[in-house]
């Protein structure tokens, strides 16, 4: 590499091993090819009977759901929504009947990709089509995270009757991924891990920020991806103290650490790795605050597991952090979920006492951040297995200083 680019990195062993558990492992989840589309009908109607036994156990028989995972979850149907207050669809449940509500732009795809459902297309208001169709005398349940209070108070006006938010989330039965949902993941990541190395093997000083960032979601694109699933984040030297940066006109110079966070979406699922390199010699504060974070990351991993909750597990790379004097510099949590939504159950963080399941996909990203100077932030994903976890990333190279 010319002296402009980042050293070359050394390949490190997985972390420590956790005193009565596996290592964690290394490599893609599940054989077969994930360029098939893997999420069949069968699989679809086997989430619509774990979600009628939630909606039996709560007594919530109409089940209204507007969140664009949940729908396209329930129903295999894929358009997204442009905006909060413009839907492409409206999936009403009941235990009779399973209706999709969309209009005439999505007509097609709707009787395509949700054979289960009814397709109702809609010319008007929605509410009223809904209430010409359906008998919702015994009340009407919502998702409170996505329905407005404007649609909200259109439902009461017109359907006049009993309509109060759903007593849990729909959104807990996507935690666990199925094999062909670990294969979809698996071809994102794997999508995005390219990428990000055709980057680091491009990239020189004098680079914008929003250069490298478009690079990255272009590559996302010819790599056979639909596309970012967030927006790419590149920030370099002072930037990069601030965890969600937004890439722009800066000029990446020599010597600069460089975060990079970003994600693939591939057949509706999402990857999220987030790499730090240096452009040049890393100084004394540099490595010292990468090997911090490497190591609080390793020693996450090697306790990730099922006997674990998401706030055990971000308190051991919370402790590594703080000992070494940093604790005030790392203030997200350690990680997220990652499945059709980019952040989604379950987190690993202070607040989440519950147990982690076997089957979970999450993400494990420490970081440390220095106001005026730069930061490091580094992330993996892993699944959550019976002995420990298994990480989904085949790059595995990090700086060994």
């Known amino acids: 590499m010319p002296a402009t680019g980042p050293p070359p990195l050394q390949a490190r062993p997985a972390g420590t091993r956790a005193a009565g558990k596996n290592p964690p492992q290394t490599g893609p989840a599940s054989p077969g090819d994930p360029n098939r589309p893997a999420i069949s009908q069968a699989v679809i109607k086997k ?17 209204f759901l507007n969140g664009p995972e949940n729908r396209r979850y329930f129903s295999g149907y894929t358009p997204s929504d442009p905006m909060l207050v413009e839907s492409s669809g409206f999936l009403l449940i009941t235990p009779k009947r399973r209706i999709l509500l969309t209009d005439s732009r999505y007509d097609l795809a709707a009787r395509q990709e949700a054979p289960l ?16 169709t359906v008998d919702l005398t015994e009340g ?26 759903l007593p849990f989330d729909p959104s807990v039965l996507r935690r666990v991924k199925a094999p062909a949902e ?11 891990e390219t990428a990000v190395g055709r ?9 914008t920020e929003g250069r490298a960032a478009w690079f990255l979601d272009q590559a996302f694109r010819e790599l056979g991806a639909e596309g970012s699933a967030f927006e790419t984040i590149v920030a370099s030297g002072p930037q990069a103290a601030l965890p969600h940066a937004t890439p722009g006109a800066k000029v990446i110079q020599k010597g600069e650490m460089v975060v990079i966070d970003c994600g693939a979406r591939y057949q509706g699922y999402a990857a999220d790795i987030t790499r730090t390199r240096c452009l040049g010699r890393p100084t004394a504060w540099q490595r010292q605050i990468y090997r911090v974070v490497r190591e609080a990351q390793t020693r996450a991993l090697a306790a990730l597991g099922p006997d674990k909750t998401g706030a055990e597990v971000d308190q051991v ?7 070494a004097g940093f604790g005030d510099f790392f203030g997200h949590g350690l990680g997220h979920g990652v499945g059709l939504a980019v952040h989604e159950g379950p987190n690993l963080s202070r607040l989440n006492q519950e147990k982690l399941p076997v089957g979970a996909v999450v993400t494990v990203e420490p970081g440390i951040y220095l106001p005026g100077r730069g930061g490091v932030r580094l ?3 892993a699944v959550v297995t019976k002995g420990g976890c298994q990480v989904l990333n085949q790059d595995v190279n990090f700086y060994e200083f």
């Not at 259109?154 to 109060?164: C, D, G």
Request: hydrophobic share 50%; with cysteine; net charge positive.
């Open 182 to 192: 670990l294969a979809l993941i698996q071809k994102a990541l794997v999508i995005t």
């Open 199 to 207: 980057l680091w093997r491009a990239l020189r000083a004098g680079w």
């Open 47 to 63: 989430r619509l009977q774990s979600l009628a036994l939630l909606s039996q156990k709560h007594n919530c028989p109409n089940i």
């Open 117 to 132: 459902f009814e397709t109702v297309i809609y010319q008007g208001s929605l509410v009223k089509t809904l209430a010409e």
């Open 379 to 381: 992330e993996q994903m």
């Open 140 to 165: 009407l349940w919502f998702e409170p995270r996505f329905l407005t209070v404007e649609k909200l108070a259109e439902l009461r006006s017109v359907l006049k009757i009993q309509i109060q938010p």
């Open 317 to 323: 790379a919370r402790d590594w952090i703080s000992q």
